[in-house]
């Protein structure tokens, strides 16, 4: 059975960059899609980017583009979330998702992934 854990979120003033892990164990990452999500406090969960199982598609939402890049290495079963220039309203917590989806699919829709990681939290001070 696939489990995810995310890692990496902490405390950093804006402008700061962080990157986040989603590590897999159980299976390998090789045949699923990677979803973003991040839920800040008394907001609903929100989808941030995702990449393709074969890593030649992404999305990004447009709140950060240009400033988010995601990335994976199946070698490492890892999906990276490098985040820069981050702001304040970044504030939340961050989850990695997994779907089973071969080749192109890619989608920032939270209910198409079933597995889900526990969440890291991330904080930016102004």
């Known amino acids: 059975q696939l489990q995810l854990v995310e890692s990496g979120g902490g405390l950093v003033q804006s402008g700061g960059s962080l990157r986040l892990s989603c590590a897999a164990s159980g299976r390998t990452l090789d045949y699923y899609a990677i979803g973003w999500f991040r839920q800040a406090s008394g907001k609903e969960r929100e989808g941030v980017s995702c990449i393709s199982e074969n890593g030649e598609s992404t999305e990004y939402a447009e709140s950060v583009k240009g400033r988010f890049t995601i990335s994976r290495d199946n070698a490492k079963n890892t999906v990276y979330l490098q985040m820069n220039s981050l702001k304040p309203e970044d504030t939340a917590i961050y989850y990695c998702?997994?779907?089973?989806?071969?080749?192109?699919?890619?989608?920032?829709?939270?209910?198409?992934?079933?597995?889900w990681g526990q969440g890291t939290q991330v904080t930016v001070s102004s």
């Open positions: 998702a997994a779907e089973v989806a071969a080749g192109t699919w890619a989608s920032l829709a939270q209910d198409e992934y079933d597995c």
